[in-house]
């Protein structure tokens, strides 16, 4: 309760910033909703009154926060990423050795995967053909290619020719389809690593060669 003794301007302020205080946390409880329902049931299969009804408002106050859709895609995407703990960049980026950094960041990345894989299978293969194409830049996708980028840094290759294979071979270790695929054929996550971190490595050598 605010001190009776305070003036009149500082408890509007104290009002005000109670009132913006249970607006964040409307929209957090919102976020976190739609987060839940597209890990659980897919992106096309959330509708808006199942978010309100699991955030325990009503449906205009869902719309009042997030005008459309994508809006609310990306706020959801960005909490996804911050409450699974998605790798970042920066901790590989202290690695010099490219080898070491690869097999550090593919171990980083498959363990997410695994310990994420119904949500980001409902969430990545839950595509909508007749959905608009999005105005805004998918966060997961940047996320995604600063973490390539990283990978990338530092090879060397015998050849000019062997340096587009060896992005496409990276590229390829990085996505969740190449992790799904090898671990559901019997890998391990330490195996998957391995084995694309050995490809990656001969590419750069010039033990593996792809010749036109």
Request: with cysteine.
């Amino acid at each position: 309760m605010p001190d009776q003794s305070t003036t009149p301007s500082s408890r509007r302020a104290y009002r005000l910033g109670r009132r913006l205080e249970s607006v964040d946390e409307t929209r957090r409880r919102i976020t976190a909703a739609a987060f839940e329902l597209h890990a659980t049931v897919g992106p096309s299969r959330t509708t808006i009154r199942a978010i309100a009804a699991r955030a325990g408002v009503q449906r205009h106050t869902v719309y009042a926060h997030f005008p459309d859709l994508e809006t609310l895609y990306v706020a959801c995407t960005e909490h996804g990423m911050r409450v699974t703990g998605m790798p970042v960049a920066e901790p590989w980026a202290a690695i010099s050795d490219p080898a070491t950094r690869l097999r550090h960041g593919l171990s980083e990345v498959f363990a997410w995967y695994r310990t994420n894989e119904l949500m980001l299978r409902n969430v990545l293969y839950d595509i909508d053909p007749t959905a608009p194409p999005p105005t805004q830049p998918d966060l997961f996708e940047i996320r995604m290619g600063t973490l390539f980028d990283t990978l990338t840094g530092g090879w060397t290759v015998t050849t000019p020719e062997d340096r587009p294979t060896l992005l496409a071979v990276l590229a390829h270790a990085l996505v969740f389809e190449t992790w799904r695929s090898l671990t559901a054929g019997g890998l391990t996550d330490e195996q998957a690593v391995y084995l694309l971190a050995s490809i990656v490595e001969g590419v750069a050598t010039g033990r593996i060669a792809i010749r036109g």
